[in-house]
């Protein structure tokens, strides 16, 4: 917080220190802004201000009165005089809103259940846009002289499109590590030099960006692809919004998206979203919804189905292609709607299995959902396919199991296919994301992890094979990315068969070997699971070598590990006891040895962790991508790329200043 806020108000001391929780992410002040201090905007996007002011009426701030009623909001662009939001944005003064809400201060204020509360005022400026480059000054005043300011920063970017499509790959939770682990189980070495390498390897340029959001270092993917989406980074489970205090989770500041705006500028280009995980997961989500909570995912569909319309947002009228799982939110129950019918009315062909998919038609629109909740995983659908049945996860709804699955890179070239064939003229973004890497990950089961990111890489290399025989390759921004990491990493190998020969979980530690004692990469050696694999191709021949790796991540629960592979379904590490909170699961890792968590009771799982994530890039504008910056400037590199910026224009939206 600002040395200039704590000696206006002693109180603020101690929340100063507040940090575990917070009274409202990105407002230390009573007064709050959203678009909060330091927020930078594509000139032309769409967006939304909330104003709020606080009374705490206890707690820590606690003071004596009603928030203020008679706030003042005024907008400046730098060295212009500031005016009020109504007349510079010429649009009316929205009611005064009221309403209170809890909060814990720390951890001893939640264990003795003694919430904070908090009256708010408040008012909402809907469906703004700022045009012109250069700096701005917005500023609430409050309780007299009290001040919050906002310093905005409208980018000046060349509004000349230099590329006709961008296709986004994101490795959800895919850190350098993984990458590096990846390439040692599935390419061959010899005397430490490696024969072929991955397709990622191969891209021109690298940056790293840092991923932390608004108010926490740590993000969840909602937020971080809000930030890769819409160049705005909010808080942990929020989407295409600021989050604000209030208890409606669609009444928040919204910010248009990058598809959002590609559609509203260019009605004639193709949107595509595919993904591994259920479509109404944060990841493909944020490219289209508007909501604190990433579990409104009847909302997600709906954004998709109908663009946000009932908001008189932007009508960016749905992707072309939308393909990937999560039927339990397509079919029709108590919370949904019948969406599978619904986007057939709409003209969507709606593909249940791998074969429909490929029959469909590219020249229409296309749905594909291919099994309920996450798609199994690639070492699932590929090697261990047993664990493919029992499942019932066909996803018409019946209790058939899904067996005729696509993978990324099926799913991802048809949506190719679609894109190219409904909008060659006026050109495509596609988003297609490897959602396992980071749902695997988070289970502590590394081999589906890398396995899926193994899949990403094929996908890559067969999506550039394919862009070059449709001619499209040199007009198409390819970006690989992130949009978080996990603390994973490699410390030496493990002799499986030592260490289940150990009777105790000390004496199975001498089984790791680490420096020279690490040896060499076992998964290249043809064994028993060995996978033909064509030219190009590049996964592990075995999956379970005697010796393995010696893998980890930096928080997990009370677990076991025998460092194998998991050949009977995706591993469980962690169960719920009712007393204990997590422990360890039995049924895991038999061989193995215990090992004590290091996260919080109630987590059964690893956690997202810090580091910066790579960046590959390959296309036109390729060049702005190198280096070290931030999550949100992969947006404003699109952006520019697809020659969103506009800074011409005189005036505000239709309809600025509705209500949502
Ligand atoms: C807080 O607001 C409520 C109405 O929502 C009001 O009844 C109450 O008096 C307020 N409390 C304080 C201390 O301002
Ligand atoms: C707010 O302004 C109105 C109208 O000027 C006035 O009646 C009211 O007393 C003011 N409220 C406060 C708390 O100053
Ligand atoms: C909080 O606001 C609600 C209405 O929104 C009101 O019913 C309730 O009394 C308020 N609580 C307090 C403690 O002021
Ligand atoms: C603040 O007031 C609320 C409502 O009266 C109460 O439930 C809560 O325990 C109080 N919190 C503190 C920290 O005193
Ligand atoms: C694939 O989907 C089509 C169309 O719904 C259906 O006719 C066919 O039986 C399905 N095939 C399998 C293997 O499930
Ligand atoms: C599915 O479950 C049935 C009964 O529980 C069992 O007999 C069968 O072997 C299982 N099939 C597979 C492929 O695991
Ligand atoms: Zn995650």
Request: proline residues 4%; contains cysteine; aromatic residues 10%.
């Amino acid at each position: 917080m600002r040395a200039s806020s704590i000696s206006a108000l002693a109180c603020f001391a101690s929340f100063a220190a507040a940090q575990t929780f917070q009274r409202l992410g990105g407002c230390p002040d009573l007064g709050c802004i959203f678009p909060p201090d330091q927020v930078d905007f594509l000139a032309g996007q769409y967006f939304d201000i909330r104003l709020e002011v606080h009374s705490p009426v206890n707690g820590s701030e606690a003071r004596v009165g009603e928030p203020d009623e008679n706030f003042t909001f005024t907008v400046a662009k730098k060295g212009k005089e500031a005016v009020t939001a109504p007349e510079y944005f010429k649009i009316d003064e929205p009611e005064l809103e009221r309403w209170n809400f809890t909060w814990f201060e720390d951890r001893f204020a939640e264990d003795a259940e003694k919430p904070s509360l908090v009256n708010v005022t408040s008012k909402v400026y809907r469906r703004i846009a700022l045009y012109e480059p250069g700096e701005y000054e917005a500023t609430l005043t409050y309780y007299g002289e009290q001040k919050t300011v906002a310093n905005w920063f409208v980018r000046d970017l060349p509004s000349k499109r230099r590329a006709k499509n961008v296709v986004m790959f994101i490795g959800d939770g895919m850190t350098t590590n993984m990458i590096t682990a990846a390439r040692l189980i599935a390419h061959r070495s010899i005397n430490g030099k490696y024969l072929t390498t991955m397709a990622m390897d191969k891209f021109p340029v690298l940056g790293h960006q840092m991923t932390h959001s608004m108010d926490s270092f740590i993000t969840d993917s909602a937020n971080s692809a809000t930030a890769l989406y819409t160049g705005h980074k909010t808080t942990v489970n929020a989407l295409g919004v600021y989050v604000d205090s209030s208890e409606d989770t669609f009444d928040d500041p919204k910010f248009e998206t990058i598809a959002e705006i590609y559609r509203r500028k260019n009605p004639n280009a193709g949107v595509g979203i595919v993904s591994t995980a259920f479509l109404a997961d944060a990841t493909p989500a944020g490219l289209g919804a508007h909501t604190s909570d990433r579990g409104d995912y009847d909302h997600v569909i709906s954004a998709y189905y109908e663009s946000l319309t009932d908001y008189e947002w932007t009508n960016w009228n749905g992707p072309d292609v939308l393909l990937g799982a999560g039927a339990e939110n397509f079919v029709q129950s108590e919370e949904t709607r019948d969406y599978y019918k619904l986007f057939a009315e709409k003209g969507y062909n709606v593909a249940w299995n791998n074969t429909a998919l490929s029959n469909a038609p590219s020249d229409e629109r296309l749905l594909g959902v291919f099994s309920t909740n996450n798609l199994p995983t690639w070492l699932d659908r590929n090697v261990y396919q047993s664990n493919l049945y029992n499942q019932s996860n066909y996803p018409d709804g019946s209790d058939r199991d899904a067996d005729d699955l696509p993978g990324l890179k099926e799913m991802t070239l048809k949506a190719v296919d679609v894109l190219d064939k409904r909008h060659r003229k006026d050109g495509w973004f596609l988003m297609s994301e490897a959602a396992s890497i980071d749902k695997q990950m988070h289970t502590l089961d590394y081999d589906r992890s890398l396995g899926d990111l193994l899949e990403l890489d094929d996908t890559v290399r067969a999506t550039i094979e394919k862009l070059e025989e449709l001619g499209e390759l040199e007009d198409t921004l390819i970006i690989v990315t992130a949009d978080h990491g996990h603390g994973f990493d490699v410390t030496g190998s493990v002799d499986t068969e030592y260490m289940e020969a150990q009777t105790d979980d000390r004496s199975k530690r001498n089984a790791v070997g680490y420096y020279e004692n690490s040896g060499l990469s076992q998964y290249t050696v043809a064994g028993s699971n060995a996978l033909r694999y064509s030219e190009g191709v590049h996964f592990p021949a075995q999956w379970d070598p005697r010796y393995t790796l010696h893998s980890g991540v930096g928080g997990f629960p009370d677990h076991r590990e025998d460092y194998r592979v998991n050949s009977e379904g995706p591993r469980t590490p962690a169960v719920e006891d009712e007393k204990k909170g997590y422990v360890a699961n039995y049924k895991d890792a038999v061989t193995g040895f215990l090992v004590n968590g290091n996260m919080p009771l109630d987590q059964g799982q690893g956690v997202h962790s810090l580091t910066d994530v790579p960046v590959f890039a390959r296309g036109p504008c390729q060049e702005l991508f190198g280096g070290v910056y931030n999550s949100i400037d992969i947006f404003f590199h699109m952006a520019e790329c697809l020659g969103l910026s506009e800074t011409k224009r005189a005036g505000q939206p239709p309809h600025a200043g509705k209500r949502d």
